[in-house]
């Protein structure tokens, strides 16, 4: 089937593994988890961290897709590697050509930033080769990694401090939620490999009621930096702060409305959305 493939359709097909717009909030969160710790980044520091975090994720995506190929071929058989487009080893291979770049990268922000990604490498292949299949310890694995970013910003700039590990762990929160509310959609191949997420395991109804309770913790603990006087009221945090929240509980409700995959796989777009939204509001509310 690869012989049909053009060298256009191939690279396409490689570039939405990446899942760009994932690994573009990442990188940023990179620059934000800097930027919370120190007044003035180097433009080389921002770069480099940027360039880091969207590589090594960029790594573990395309990871997902070829560890989770068999998966795919029951879920999404439209994927690249099962739909032939893209070969396993093809899949491999630009993993880890994406890893290495990141880690190269890394080095250039210091021997702890270097340690962190190496690290946080080393959870992305742990959670897709095997660790997946733990289902909610699976989750939170995947979520360690977005919250990573943070503490690894303000090690980026020799600064770190402890109120990155509030916004870290908000996003990491947010995270195990989406994992959760993920998992109702991939149920079917899930349940053929032996995952065992919340959905395969309890039901469609119990996913939505962890995801919904993680999206909760999130809302309410977003209070935090606003009382200790870590973030601006008005100009900064609360506007996009308050988007962020708004998007979270009509996911809540939408999730105890409607379990189905359907609604799961609308809602995990619009869950990116509403954590973009809190990353500016992060972001906007310390400058």
């Known amino acids: 089937m690869q012989s049909n493939v053009s060298l256009i359709q191939k690279l396409v097909a490689l570039l939405s593994m990446m899942r760009l717009p994932n690994c573009l909030m990442i990188g940023f969160a990179v620059v934000v988890g800097e930027l919370l710790a120190s007044a003035a980044v180097p433009i080389r520091s921002a770069v480099y961290g940027f360039l880091t975090g969207f590589l090594l994720l ?31 080893s093809e899949a491999l291979s630009f993993a880890l050509f994406l890893g290495s770049l990141g880690i190269f990268f890394s080095v250039y922000t210091g021997t702890i930033t270097l340690l962190i990604a190496f690290i946080s490498l080393a959870i992305a292949v742990s959670y897709n ?21 943070f503490v690894y910003g303000g090690f980026a700039v020799g600064s770190p401090s402890w109120p990155l590990g509030i916004f870290a762990l908000l996003a990491f929160l947010s995270n195990v939620g989406r ?51 870590l973030v601006t009221i008005f100009y900064g945090y609360v506007p996009l702060v308050v988007i962020c929240d708004l998007g979270f509980l009509l996911t809540v409700y939408s999730l105890f409305s409607n379990s189905s995959p359907r609604n799961a796989k609308r809602n995990k777009k619009y869950v990116l959305v509403w954590m973009t939204f809190g990353l500016l509001a992060f972001l906007l509310g310390t400058i």
Do not use: C, H, Q, W
């Not at 573990?60 to 998966?71: K, P």
């Not at 095997?130 to 360690?144: E, P, R, Y």
């Open 179 to 229: 994992e959760i509310m993920k998992g109702i959609v991939d149920v079917p191949g899930d349940t053929a490999r032996g995952v065992k997420s919340i959905a395969a395991t309890k039901g469609n109804g119990s996913a939505a009621k962890y995801a919904a309770a993680f999206f909760l913790v999130a809302v309410a603990l977003s209070t935090l930096p606003l009382a200790l006087g």
């Open 129 to 149: 080769a095997k660790l997946k299949k733990t289902g909610l310890l699976g989750n939170a694995l995947v979520s360690t990694n977005v919250a990573v970013p």
């Open 58 to 88: 960029s790594a573990s995506m395309v990871l997902n897709d070829y560890f989770d190929r068999e998966i795919d071929a029951v879920n999404d058989p439209t994927r690249p590697i099962p739909s032939g487009v893209v070969g396993s």
